[in-house]
């Protein structure tokens, strides 16, 4: 089992940056698959990046490719997202979260979830 920790959100303007970051404890969060989604008022929670665990491959949603970068430190067993040029739109809750099976996009496939932390984009 593993407990996800969230920090870094706030509110920026447009094109500013921020960096989330994702804090592990219990069982290293290199056996897992590791995934960032959000979720905006009234609307489902969405898949933003992931991780995988052995080979520390990435995978993006569209909308946030080349500008958003997903990384992991092994030492500090912490998973990070960068953010460069926000947008109004990718104003949400932000959620890690780790899956012990397959890296997926889908949220359904993800044990353990952290309590997730507010970005606020203003134009």
């Known amino acids: 089992q593993v407990q996800l920790v969230e920090s870094g959100g706030g509110l920026v303007q447009a094109g500013d940056s921020l960096r989330l970051s994702c804090a592990a404890s219990g069982r290293t969060f290199s056996n897992y698959h590791m995934g960032w989604f959000r979720q905006a008022p009234g609307k489902e929670r969405e898949f933003v990046a992931l991780i995988r665990r052995s080979s520390g491959g990435t995978s993006y949603a569209d909308f946030v490719k080349g500008r958003f970068t997903i990384s992991g430190d092994n030492v500090k067993n912490t998973v990070y997202l960068q953010m460069n040029s926000l947008k109004p739109e990718d104003t949400a809750v932000y959620y890690c979260?780790?899956?012990?099976?397959?890296?997926?996009?889908?949220?359904?496939?993800?044990?353990?979830w952290g309590q997730g932390t507010q970005v606020t984009v203003s134009s």
């Open positions: 979260a780790a899956s012990g099976t397959i890296a997926s996009t889908s949220y359904r496939q993800y044990n353990y």
